[in-house]
C-alpha cells in the first residue's frame, strides 16, 4: 500500500446550495505529529464545536488557507466551476507548497501537484474534515457580516440556503447584490418582476 506524501492537503467548500453569498473553500496539511481529535465532516458538528475545532487547527495544521468565488464567478461560471475555483485558489494560498491534494466529492480542481476525488472525503479524510470545518466557519461568518449590510433577509440565521424564511424575504425585498441570480428561485423572482 502506498503512502501518501507528508504534505497533503485536504481540501472542501461550503456554500454550494445557498442563494447568497460566496462560495468558500479551505485547504489544511495537518501536523501528524500534532493529531486533532473530534474532527468530522462540518455538517454533522454543532456551531459551538465547529468554531472550536476550526481554532485548534488553525493552531495546530503545518499549514492552512481559504480560497473563495464570488457571486458574480458563480453566476457566470456556475457553481460547480466557481467552486473548483474557490478550492484551487485555497491550495494556491497554502503558505507551504502541498505535494498532493485530497478533494471531497467527485470533482478535481486544476492544481500545481497530483489530486485526487474522495467521495465523503470529509468524514473518512481527517485533513478533508478539516477544511470543511474552516470552509464552512469562515462562511458562516462572513454571512453574518452580509446580514447587517442586507438586512431583512435573515442571512445571520440560514446563511442563504433557501429556507421558507428566505424565500418569503426574498419576495418581499426583492434580489439583493449578493443573489446568485442563476439560482432557479432567484430567477424565477427576477423573470417575475420582468428583470
Given at each position: 500500500m502506498s503512502r501518501l506524501p507528508l504534505l497533503t492537503a485536504g481540501v472542501d467548500e461550503a456554500g454550494r446550495g445557498p442563494l447568497a453569498g460566496p462560495v468558500i473553500a479551505a485547504a489544511v496539511i495537518l501536523d501528524p505529529a500534532s493529531p486533532i481529535a473530534g474532527i468530522d465532516d462540518s455538517k454533522k458538528l454543532s456551531a459551538a464545536r465547529r468554531q472550536n475545532l476550526a481554532g485548534l487547527i488553525r493552531a495546530k495544521?503545518?499549514?492552512?488557507?481559504?480560497?473563495?468565488?464570488?457571486?458574480?464567478?458563480?453566476?457566470?461560471?456556475?457553481?460547480?466551476?466557481?467552486?473548483?475555483?474557490?478550492?484551487?485558489?485555497?491550495?494556491?494560498?497554502?503558505?507551504?507548497?502541498?505535494?498532493?491534494?485530497?478533494?471531497?466529492?467527485?470533482?478535481?480542481?486544476?492544481?500545481?501537484?497530483?489530486?485526487?476525488?474522495?467521495?465523503?472525503?470529509?468524514?473518512?479524510?481527517?485533513?478533508?474534515?478539516?477544511?470543511?470545518?474552516?470552509?464552512?466557519v469562515a462562511r458562516d461568518q462572513e454571512m453574518?457580516?452580509?446580514?447587517?449590510?442586507?438586512?431583512?433577509?435573515?442571512?445571520?440565521?440560514?446563511?442563504?440556503?433557501?429556507?421558507?424564511?428566505?424565500?418569503?424575504?426574498?419576495?418581499?425585498l426583492g434580489v439583493s447584490k449578493i443573489h446568485r441570480c442563476s439560482f432557479l428561485p432567484v430567477r424565477r423572482l427576477l423573470r417575475k418582476s420582468g428583470v
Amino acid at each position: 500500500m502506498s503512502r501518501l506524501p507528508l504534505l497533503t492537503a485536504g481540501v472542501d467548500e461550503a456554500g454550494r446550495g445557498p442563494l447568497a453569498g460566496p462560495v468558500i473553500a479551505a485547504a489544511v496539511i495537518l501536523d501528524p505529529a500534532s493529531p486533532i481529535a473530534g474532527i468530522d465532516d462540518s455538517k454533522k458538528l454543532s456551531a459551538a464545536r465547529r468554531q472550536n475545532l476550526a481554532g485548534l487547527i488553525r493552531a495546530k495544521a503545518l499549514a492552512w488557507a481559504v480560497g473563495r468565488a464570488e457571486v458574480e464567478e458563480i453566476d457566470r461560471l456556475n457553481i460547480l466551476r466557481a467552486s473548483l475555483l474557490a478550492m484551487a485558489r485555497a491550495v494556491a494560498a497554502l503558505p507551504i507548497t502541498a505535494q498532493h491534494v485530497l478533494v471531497d466529492g467527485n470533482f478535481c480542481p486544476e492544481v500545481q501537484c497530483t489530486v485526487e476525488a474522495v467521495v465523503d472525503g470529509d468524514a473518512s479524510v481527517a485533513a478533508i474534515g478539516a477544511a470543511s470545518i474552516l470552509a464552512k466557519v469562515a462562511r458562516d461568518q462572513e454571512m453574518v457580516l452580509l446580514d447587517s449590510r442586507y438586512p431583512g433577509y435573515g442571512f445571520a440565521q440560514h446563511k442563504g440556503y433557501p429556507t421558507k424564511v428566505h424565500i418569503e424575504a426574498l419576495s418581499r425585498l426583492g434580489v439583493s447584490k449578493i443573489h446568485r441570480c442563476s439560482f432557479l428561485p432567484v430567477r424565477r423572482l427576477l423573470r417575475k418582476s420582468g428583470v
